[in-house]
Structure formats: structure tokens, C-alpha cells
């Protein structure tokens, strides 16, 4: 009955009355009306173009209420508000929020939050009393005026055995897009957000949520009428087994007639739209960091940000040494010496350190003294990070942060969640608070989009849920295009929020010579193309893929690599189109870093550097050789003085990047003239 009800009220838009009430951005581009007929809708223009024709919203309860039928409006409100978030391990050091709101209360205990910021809109629910309620179902939609170009991430299915959306709930949120017309998606598959759609003048159109807390996450569905997207919920498990990956995931087995249990007055998940004029304008906007809770921590000075030299994705593969490499005490001294060498802030331990299988995180496999290679860490200056299984850290997670703590470990990267129902987001909240208490980092792996946590918790301080290149190492580029989808993800998936992509590969190859293994693995596209994506990405914790000894052989590109900042002052757009090529500068002082990369089609582009301000500047640019179509690791470093036009024009081979520092002309530079 409940969900013929909800099929109803999406129909209604197509008979409802005129807008009740109007809300403008500050700069007055964007419009959201508000209409109280039958049902509960909203609609949304941008400088005149439609972007939402009238969409419902609606929330059931298992006790036959429903928020949004019938609404009865018992006060109005509205408010505007201009002010600077402070956002240190950030892209920049701090957030302008400023939009309008307009705050409807209704009979029955509830009213919902209207927004309109100058780059999208957003909408809460909100509960008014303190009745404990359970949440049957959302109604979200999301419904456009044609048939516009979409570009999705479905949930990933490679068997196809996927059928149900109650087997699509249990994923990884990795995958690469889809970009078909909002008709041709398919109904039988379920995306994750966030998702983009692109509107007739060119505006983009990029749809999430934020501030998740006791919530099961979204998914849009098309459900093969028209051009609308609606929103589906995962239920609330009712039992769960321990099993999946080396019996390290929480599998859920039976599941609730509902989706949230909620008690108390309290707000709900944002709805969230950005809406810029052209794609690029999705690589700085802020929207899902405002729409976060403020901090909940009292200090923040402790949480460090930086590099990570990393393991797993090499295999541990260090050369050149008179001990066997391996999860061992002297291959974990090597990198952590190649982290000091070279400045990083950290080494990761990634699975293995613990006895596999065992679910016990206490249990250190017998040949690692992890507690000397803590301390020896620590003497160097380097800090240790812990891989763990959620199962299996959610075990004892207090008295894991706890022991590890008082080690000397710095933090935990937790994975396998490949969830994201009311249960799982409540463990990730908890895990944040908790680890906060030991002044432990977290890097969430198998992990939900980012929803504004990292700035309720800035020690959760980076997230996955990316199809990085620890996927390319075992996928072949017939089964997925990680180039096209290197420069679809920055417009996308990291507008939500940063994203551990874990790059840095130094073996480098173009289509015809790639290939998926285990040791020795390498990345699709050219050198320059990875250099460039420390700058093109935003990670706060930033991995350093690749083996010690690999960035030794190439030690201009790691000198690089080890000097680009992983928070920034300041973050500029300078070009881009979803799926063809993407440039970006970020400032940490004084100092600007671009990156730019290209699809498969080789590029020039001409970039406006009048940011610079004045004064005589050089360039430090790593950019592809001119056999870089043929063998990916070629490339050129050179240092010039920078013309008083701030123009800095690149070429790009295919599938190639370039990445640059300017720093003001009596800086120091890399490479010599």
C-alpha cells in the first residue's frame, strides 16, 4: 500500500498547482519553488533553463504517517546567512557558505529545510518531537524536463549476478561511468552517487547527499518511465555473518521492513544538487563540504595530512637488498628509511601484518616485531598506519584504537564495509568519534561516497570509494577504461569529497602494452600522467603506490612526487570536460602546482595563469616526451621563466598529463636550466 502510494505522488507533478513559495540564490541565478498541493513538491531553474521540473518528497513511517501528502503549512521562515568555515585539510583553507533558506513547518511534527547557494539547492526533512519513529521509506526524486546526457557510476556487476537491488546493497562503490541518456539507463541496476547529468546549454547537474548520520545511504534508479531518477534505500539488516574476503566482512543475511529506526527530534540527509555552468566549475564546488555537521572536535592541530609510502600494490616488491622482501621486520624498516629519505609522512601496513583469517587484530604474524618497527618508525619520524578488516576491527574497535595507540601506531585504514545501510553508517560515525579520542587517523577503504564528514571528523581524513588503480592493476582495458575514467572522476566522485586513488605507478604503458599482474604492475597512460595526479587529485592522505625501488630508479619524478603538498591554500579550475581532459592549480603558500590530463586523444591546451598576480614567476613543468604515444614513460623536465602574458600553453600525448610548480622567480626549482 505504502509504496502505491509513493507511485502516486511521483505522478503528481504533472497535475500540480503553482508554486507556493519562491527561494533565490544570493546572485539570484538559481530559483527553487515550492509548491503544497496534494503533495510535497519543489522545482528548480538556472538562469532560466529548467533543471528539476516539480518533484516529489515524501517520508513514510510504519505507522501509516507519511511526511508530504497533504502538507499543511503552520509557519514559514525565511533566512540567509554569509560566513567562512574554517577548512584546514581541505583543498583550500577556508569555505565561503552563503546561500538562502527558506524553513516550512507542518502539521504533524515535521517541516523541511529549502537551500539555494550561487552553484545548487538542497533539501532536509526535519522531526520536530522527540517520538522514536521507523522509517518505512523515502521518497526522493529527482525529475527532468528531457531526455539529457547522464553519466553514472552503476553498482559494479561484472558476473551479472546481481539481479536484485538486495544483492546490488552489498558493493565497494568502485566503478567506472556509464554515459547514456537518462532513458536508457537501466532499471534493473541501481547507481551510486554521485552521479552527473548534463543540461541542453551545458550546465552540469551533479546530485548527492550530505550530512549522513544515522541514515541509510542513497542510490538512484531509473525505473524505465520518462527522464526521472528516484531515490532507493537500503534496509536495515536484521542479522549479519561474519565471511567474504578472508572472513573479514559483516555480510547482511536477513533485513528489516524498513529502512531507518530514528528517536528524537532531528534532522535528516541533505538532497543535494550542484548546478555550475560548465563542467569545470564541478572541481571546486563545495557544496557537499558546507551541508556537512561543523566539527566535533575540540583540537585538530594533532591530525597530520601527507604521503604514504605504501605496499600492497607492489607486492611488497623491494630490489636491491641483502634480506627477502616480504611482510617482514626488514622490508617494513626499508620503507619506512625510503619514507624519511624522501619526507613522507607515513608507511602503511596493509594486509597481512595480522594473521589472516584469524578476524583477531592482536595476533602479529610471527615474522613481524611490530612494535620495534613502530619505535624505529617513530625515532625516524615516520608514522605507522594499520590496514584492518571492518569485521574484524569492529570486534574490539575501542580497545584496538586503544593498544595500538599507546604503540605508537598513527591510524588505521579500514576496509571491506561495501555498505552503506543505517548500521554500517552508525559504525563509521563511531569510528570517527572513537578514533578521534586516541588522535588515530582513519583512511575508509570498500567506503561510501563522502557526505560532509570529513569536516564533522577531520580525522577521518581520506575515503575510497574509487575505481583506483589498485583495480587497473588486475583489469584489462577491454573490461574497464581507467584513462576516460581518470577524467571523469574529478568532476564526480571526488566533488563529493577526496578520494584514495592510490597513484604513483612508475612502469608505464599505452594500451598495446599493458598488462594486468601482480608483481611488477603498472598503470595505463604516461608518467606524466601519474605525476599529475597528486595535483588533479584531492587527497589529504596521499599513497605512494609504487616500490622503493622503482622511485629510486626514477628519482627526479619521486623528488616530485615528495614535494606536492596534500592540503591546500587554494584551489583553481583552469579546464576541463567530463571524459576528455581535466587541468587544475592548487596553492599552498606562495607556491601554485598544476596538473592537467587527457583522454586517449592527444591535447594542447592553452591555460590562463592570471591568478599569479604579479611579479616574474618560473615553471618547474614535467610534460610528455615526443615518444610518449609510444613508450609511456618518456617525458621532459624543464625549468623557464614565465611570459608576462600568464600564459602557459602544453601538450599532452594521449592518455597523457603534464604537471608544473611556479613558484616566484627567486624560489629554488627541481631541475636545473
Known sequence: MIRKLFLSIALLPLTVSAADYRLTSPDGGIVLEVACGDSLTYRVEAAGEIVFTPSPLAMTFTDGTVWGVQPKVVKKNYSESD?????PLYRKSSVRDRYKQLTLTFRGGYGVDFRAYDDGVAYRFFSLDDTPRTVTDELVRFNFAADHEAVVPYVLDREGTKKTFAQQFNNSFENVYTHAALSELDPQRL???PLAVRLPSGRAVCIT???LESYPGMYLNHDGRGTSLRGV????????RTGGHNNIQRLVTETEPYIARIGGARTFPWRAAAIVAEDAGLLDCDLVYRLGAPCRLNDTAWIRPGQTAWEWWNDWGVYGVDFKSGINTETYKHYIDFAAEYGLEYVLLDE?????GTGDLYQVVPELDLPEVVAYANEKGVGVLLWAGYAAIDRDFEGICRHYAAM?????KIDFFDRDDQELVEFVYHAAETAARYRLVLNLHGMYKPTGLQRTYPNLINFEGVFGLERVKWTSPEEADPVLYDVTVPFIRQFAGPMDYTQGAMLNANRKNFRARTEEPMSLGT??????????????LAMLCDSPAKYRDAEECARFIASVPTVWDQTRPLAGRIGEYVATARRKGRTWYLGGITDWNARTLTLDLGMLGEGDHAVTLFRDGVNADRYAQDYKCETFRLGTSRQLTVEMAPGGGFAAIITPINRQTLCDD
Open 233 to 240: 534505500f537500503p534496509p536495515c539488516p536484521k542479522a549479519t
Open 352 to 356: 597481512g601484518w595480522s594473521r589472516i
Open 83 to 87: 560566513s567562512q568555515i574554517p577548512s
Open 209 to 211: 547527499e550530505a550530512d
Open 408 to 412: 605508537g601506531v598513527k591510524g588505521f
Open 191 to 193: 547507481m551510486f552517487l
Open 527 to 540: 608518467r606524466c600522467r601519474q605525476l599529475a595526479e597528486y595535483i588533479v587529485f584531492e587527497s589529504p
